[in-house]
T-cell receptor, first 113, second 114 residues
Framework: SQKIEQNSEALNIQEGKTATLTCNYT??????LQWYRQDPGRGPVFLLL?????KEKRKERLKVTFDTTLKQSLFHITASQPADSATYLC????????????FGKGTKLSVKP | KAGVTQTPRYLIKTRGQQVTLSCSPI?????VSWYQQTPGQGLQFLFE???????NKGNFPGRFSGRQFSNSRSEMNVSTLELGDSALYLC?????????????FGPGTRLTVT
């Protein structure tokens, strides 16, 4: 079955630096991969979606890459701020075009001033 | 547009009881998915409903069930509660469902089973 792993449970960085989070998956490459942000006590919030034929996607200070050869997605936050502190989840489509999302367990990012 | 709402926000139940959770999706969204989130297992997919039909189901026992009404509102039910059912239950809606559409999550229902 498809598995999705986010290598780091926690990542601590200094304000202003670039945070890089990793998401790896096994088996087949999904058609889509999504990234979400979750704050304590709240539901996840959608950030970015990247398709398998897209190498890179950007949105303001966020950048996502998708490497189907490595079976990996990288999520970058440039010029990080303390307000970026949260848990970031990657999710991929499982079960065909009408399938559901399966989520990684998340990486908790802490940005120190 | 109003976001996804879930009721109740917090619930305390006793082992063996049953519970019903409610979710109102964003207006116009026909797909509603339910997830269980625990510290150990993370976010796990329970089921998805689209136009009142269950379209996908996760790997949970039959004690977990759900339904969707004609107005897209959804409920999930857990019967014969176990201590391990304590979790945050999240509902998410999307326009057409399937994992290639972004999902909009509600705030969740925190269920505690004692």
């Amino acid at each position: 079955s498809q598995k999705i792993e986010q290598n780091s449970e926690a990542l601590n960085i200094q304000e202003g630096k670039t945070a890089t989070l990793t998401c790896n998956y096994t088996n087949y490459s999904p058609a889509y991969l999504q990234w979400y942000r979750q704050d304590p006590g709240r539901g996840p919030v959608f950030l970015l979606l990247i398709r398998e034929n897209e190498k890179e996607k950007r949105k303001e200070r966020l950048k996502v890459t998708f490497d189907t050869t490595l079976k990996q997605s990288l999520f970058h936050i440039t010029a990080s701020q303390p307000a970026d502190s949260a848990t970031y989840l990657c999710a991929l489509l499982y079960g065909g075009s009408q399938g559901n999302l399966i989520f990684g367990k998340g990486t908790k990012l802490s940005v120190k001033p | 547009k109003a976001g996804v709402t879930q009721t109740p926000r917090y619930l305390i139940k006793t082992r063996g009881q049953q519970v019903t959770l409610s979710c109102s999706p964003i207006s116009g969204h026909r797909s509603v998915s339910w997830y269980q989130q625990t510290p150990g297992q993370g976010l796990q997919f329970l089921f998805e409903y689209f136009s009142e039909t269950q379209r996908n189901k996760g790997n949970f026992p039959g004690r977990f069930s759900g339904r969707q009404f004609s107005n897209s509102r959804s409920e999930m039910n857990v019967s014969t509660l176990e201590l391990g059912d304590s979790a945050l239950y999240l509902c998410a809606s999307s326009f057409a469902g399937g994992g290639h559409y972004e999902q909009y999550f509600g705030p969740g229902t925190r269920l505690t089973v004692t």
